[in-house]
């Protein structure tokens, strides 16, 4: 059944316990289909209700999920044009109209992928830890989920929902400010810089990674090499 009414309560704080496995199945939704369930419910719901402006930003932050498998969503969009709803911007401009404030339209992306280091060929790692926590470099394995990193325009370097930043001797997975999607890096000439120490990223002893002065040398330059995820080979 539908109706109802949606409260906007910025200030509501909601648990949720996550499973160490599933213990039931997704029917058809998953039948056949690539893509991990997670990406494949977001792209649903943003695919059904996002208007074109907003889908992109969804896109930005997960690049892989232009590749899932969503399905068949007419049923979805029918009901929603029978409905009569209203677009998803007079959502965001009558309802969450402060949503902006806290978290800002994303600059688009200018490099996606695995960040490969050319002088021994490693990839910059989250080793799968959580933010807050001092990060590495491993042997490369493709776009994994703790490989696939994002440059955008205002030199914010992101992975998953978390970003990248760095102090002189350590480089560190953090939880991105609220109400900035800027950054302090700058990607030039194959070399990352950080903006406010003007020293580039570089592979450290026993795979860590570190600043140092920038220079021509090929442990101090990167490439961003972005691959399939495996399940959209």
Not at 56 to 65: I, S
Not at 110 to 138: F, H, K, W, Y
Request: include cysteine; glycine fraction near 10%.
């Amino acid at each position: 059944d539908l109706g109802g009414s949606i409260l906007w309560v910025p200030c509501s704080r909601v648990g949720h316990v996550y499973r160490a496995f599933m213990p039931y199945g997704f029917g058809k939704l998953t039948e056949g289909k690539k893509g991990p369930i997670i990406t494949i419910n977001y792209k649903r719901v943003i695919e059904t209700w996002m208007d074109e402006d907003y889908k992109k930003y969804f896109y930005t932050r997960e690049p892989t999920a232009k590749f899932a498998d969503m399905g068949d969503i007419t049923e979805q969009l029918q009901l929603k044009k029978d409905l009569q709803c209203k677009s998803f911007d007079w959502f965001m401009k009558n309802v969450a109209y402060d949503m902006l404030e806290k978290y800002p339209k994303l600059p688009k992306n200018i490099e996606v992928g695995s960040l490969v280091n050319e002088g021994d060929g490693s990839c910059l790692d989250t080793m799968g830890r959580q933010a807050p926590a001092i990060i590495g470099v491993s042997q490369c394995y493709g776009s994994g989920s703790g490989e696939l990193l994002r440059l955008n325009a205002k030199g914010q370097l992101g992975i998953g929902e978390r970003c990248i930043d760095s102090t002189l001797g350590t480089v560190k997975l953090i939880f991105c400010p609220e109400g900035s999607v800027s950054g302090p890096w700058s990607y030039k000439n194959k070399m990352l810089m950080h903006t406010k120490y003007k020293k580039c990223l570089t592979v450290g002893p026993k795979s860590t990674l570190t600043l140092a002065a920038c220079q021509d040398k090929p442990s101090l330059k990167w490439k961003f090499i972005f691959n399939k995820p495996h399940w959209a080979q």
